[in-house]
């Protein structure tokens, strides 16, 4: 039987237990790729940040509480290791809107099956937030509570994202559905 996310937190807590974070890093690395390739577009950036945010939840496995999931708290980092990188590539000149120009995940569509290399073409239409809060409540399966403690952004305000970003996203599937 498989031990829960806090038996294992608890025994890295208490022993330094390598082998319990490594189940910890096993169980929770294809959410926190699949969130930062759908957040960043490229699966090299997302796989050099999923690995900057498990050293991350390494060092800082002392500072869990418990008062959430495992899965929100290492979201919580990721996101912040995305907008790290993101204001980084902004002071380097490389804005988000080259990413709007070629949409996301391009190259690797090819090799996804139909719905999902189309949902991240469409994911382009969003705003950042919209898309970040449609990604950690759809895609890696968080709370609208989840989502809102991850982005740091009011509950009324993740709410407001996830049906806007909805609406935009139904309109581009609609659209793409009439020039079939």
């Not at 189940?23 to 690995?51: E, I, K, P």
């Not at 990413?99 to 239409?125: I, K, N, Y």
């Amino acid at each position: 039987m498989a031990q829960s996310d806090d038996v294992l937190v608890s025994q890295v807590l208490a022993t330094g237990d390598r082998r319990a974070f490594s189940a910890l890093v096993d169980r929770h690395q294809r959410l926190v790729r699949g969130l930062l390739a759908r957040l960043t577009g490229n699966r090299a950036d997302a796989d050099d940040l999923a690995q900057d945010t498990f050293v991350q939840a390494w060092q800082r496995i002392a500072t869990y509480r418990g008062e959430g999931s495992f899965k929100a708290w290492l979201c919580q980092i990721a996101y912040s290791r995305f907008l790290m990188s993101a204001r980084k590539a902004r002071s380097r000149g490389r804005l988000m809107e080259g990413l709007r120009a070629d949409p996301p995940l391009l190259d690797e569509a090819a090799a996804q099956p139909g719905l999902a290399r189309d949902l991240d073409r469409a994911l382009v239409v969003l705003g950042d937030e919209e898309r970040a809060c449609i990604v950690l409540c759809f895609a890696s399966g968080l709370s609208h509570g989840e989502t809102a403690e991850v982005t740091g952004l009011p509950l009324g305000t993740v709410k407001s994202h996830i049906t806007r970003g909805r609406a935009k996203l139904k309109t581009w599937f609609d659209r793409q559905e009439s020039l079939a």
